[in-house]
């Protein structure tokens, strides 16, 4: 075996940085709501915030040692890019139908960060936590077959039809979660969702509401140039 040195890795890392904020470009836009779940440390935040300039991002992490790194990073990023972007860390899993207990969030997103959630505390639906809020993205990563689980507790935001969904796809079947990927492609389906491959994750997009959204800023456009 071969061990290459710090610096041999280096430019194939930077390769692999340039490719991923690249991608992320298509999906990310400089004003917008986030949300991260299963961030891990938060090692996807650091390359969106290069390009998100003014929101909120709301990472969410229920294993309590990643969950102390992922609240220094986001602390640390904030005050490196010196953005408009508040980063929320949050103590908590997803999933379906299991704490539909709403935290103390009065509708208002910055509350979020003051409600107490505590790192042991049951699971909570994407639905619960944020259809008042109706964030721009919600990424799903390291899920390893409960992807289908999280997105079933995300029932009311796929309805609204406004959320892009960006998910790390995995063909793990479990018991609690999907079967095989066409079980999730078929829900996502049921809602108008469907996949656009975005470097190693699949990017799901309502049509309608996506092309609704494209014709209403044609028609700003051409008012403001009239």
Same mark, same amino acid.
């Given at each position: 075996m071969v061990n290459e040195s710090p610096q041999e890795n280096r430019p194939s890392n930077e390769r692999l940085e340039k490719?991923?904020?690249?991608?992320?470009r298509k999906v990310l836009h400089s004003e917008m709501t986030l949300v991260d779940v299963n961030a891990n440390k938060g090692e996807?935040?650091?390359?969106s915030s290069k390009i998100i300039k003014k929101g909120i991002i709301y990472a969410l992490e229920p294993e309590p040692t990643n969950f102390t790194e992922l609240k220094s990073n986001c602390h640390r990023w904030m005050r490196l890019f010196d953005n408009k972007v508040s980063?929320?860390? @949050?103590p908590i899993a997803i999933s379906e139908k299991v704490n539909?207990? &709403?935290?103390?969030?009065?509708g208002s997103s910055a509350s979020l960060n003051k409600a107490g959630l505590d790192i042991n505390?049951?699971?909570?639906?994407?639905?619960t936590l944020f259809e008042p809020i109706n964030p721009d993205l919600i990424k799903i990563t390291n899920a390893n077959g409960k992807e289908l689980t999280i997105l079933k507790g995300a029932r009311n935001i796929l309805a609204k039809g406004r959320t892009k969904f960006l998910i790390e796809a995995n063909e793990w079947?479990?018991?609690?979660g999907q079967?095989?990927?066409?079980? @999730?492609?078929?829900?996502?389906?049921?809602?108008?969702?469907?996949? &656009?491959?975005?470097?190693?994750?699949t990017l799901f997009v309502n049509r309608k509401k996506s092309l609704l959204s494209r014709v209403k800023k044609i028609g700003r456009r051409l008012l403001i140039g009239s």
């Open positions: 490719e991923i904020v690249h991608s992320l996807w935040l650091l390359h980063m929320y860390a @949050l539909v207990a &709403r935290p103390n969030m009065a505390s049951d699971p909570y639906e994407l639905d079947p479990d018991c609690d079967n095989s990927l066409l079980e @999730l492609h078929n829900f996502m389906r049921s809602f108008g969702y469907y996949p &656009r491959k975005i470097h190693s994750w």
